[in-house]
């Protein structure tokens, strides 16, 4: 049996069996023990001819099986992932795919991103080689991720923030993201959706995988589809304004920083005023039953690891209150 050296880190050994010519790849050179056992192996499992194709290929393929069945963002976001792969890699045949061309690929990739980024990426590899090559086994190294040092922001702060932007065009936007609204969903309801002191939020925003803004009838879990309460103050803004929001999410992101800039409070994200408002919630003494459904949690498991952060301004309050009433 010859064995071939076919790429940077694949081996080929072609074998006879029953008049029929068998191709195993390796990605290290192989002995005639290990050769003999793993194609009989393969032949008793009969994995012979069922990976066929390239693995840029094996992605198309496996997008257009989950398109029915995955948001239009989650499709945009997997035909990001096959643009950022390089070349080479998708030219490799499925059936030569090894470990070793898969961490080189992630090797490439984490050059400055993010972990979470890559992270995403070799789940992609792995999901497509679960569905096309089920008995391939990763052991890829991937980059440690980064604790992320999230910034709540003070009770103070937030009113700032809420007094220097009304009367503008953003100040409903952030009004609903501190009742803990997400910004997809705060872009998707309008004030038909107001019944009362009650707005439903039964769909958002999103980008679909032409990246276009497109309206999503439905929320991103069954639990977000919710009625939350809105003062009656915030309900005749609304009402006067005729609109709750009309402009893009990334605008209502980059004049939620003009306002820090202007007023010398740290960034942070339009995210974290869902933060603060379960944070505040959780300090007030509300059940995290309540926390959870107003703020359209799955589980209170989420809420509990991330989101209930207490605020550093009211943190310090409640130290000396216990410190003046102990000394």
């Keep these: 049996m010859k064995v071939e050296k076919v790429g940077e880190s694949s081996y080929r050994v072609r074998k006879t069996y029953n008049g029929k010519r068998y191709d195993v790849y390796f990605d290290h050179e192989p002995d005639d023990k290990e050769i003999l056992e793993t194609v009989a192996d393969k032949l008793k499992r009969g994995d012979f001819g069922a990976i066929k194709g390239t693995f840029g290929d094996a992605c198309k393929k496996y997008v257009a099986s989950k398109r029915n069945v995955l948001s239009p963002s989650t499709i945009g976001g997997y035909q990001k992932i096959i643009r950022a792969l390089s070349e080479d890699f998708k030219a490799i045949k499925l059936s030569q795919v090894t470990q070793i061309d898969i961490q080189s690929e992630i090797n490439r990739y984490s050059k400055g991103r993010a972990p979470k980024s890559v992270k995403n990426l070799h789940g992609f590899i792995s999901a497509v080689l679960g569905m096309h090559a089920p008995n391939m086994t990763l052991t890829t190294s991937l980059p440690q991720k980064k604790k992320y040092d999230r910034y709540v922001p003070t009770e103070d702060e937030v009113k700032r923030i809420l007094d220097a932007s009304e009367g503008s065009e953003y100040h409903i936007g952030f009004q609903l993201a501190t009742l803990g609204m997400r910004r997809a969903e705060i872009c998707g309801v309008t004030i038909d959706d107001i019944h009362g002191n009650l707005l439903t939020i039964n769909k958002d925003m999103i980008y679909d995988e032409e990246n276009h803004l497109v ?85 209170d498991y989420v809420m509990k690891s991330i989101y209930r952060n207490a605020m550093r301004d009211k943190t310090d309050e409640m130290q000396r209150v216990v410190t003046d009433n102990i000394i």
Excluded: C
């Design 215 to 299: 309206t999503r009838d439905n929320t991103k879990t069954e639990e977000s589809t919710r009625d939350i309460y809105l003062p009656d103050k915030l309900i005749d803004e609304i009402k006067k304004a005729g609109v709750i929001y009309d402009k893009t999410p990334a605008m209502l992101v980059k004049t939620l920083h003009k306002y820090q800039d202007e007023l010398g409070i740290p960034r942070f994200r339009l995210h974290d005023l869902r933060v603060f408002y379960a944070s505040y919630a959780h300090l007030l003494g509300v059940p995290d039953v309540y926390i959870m459904k107003n703020g359209g949690w799955k589980t």
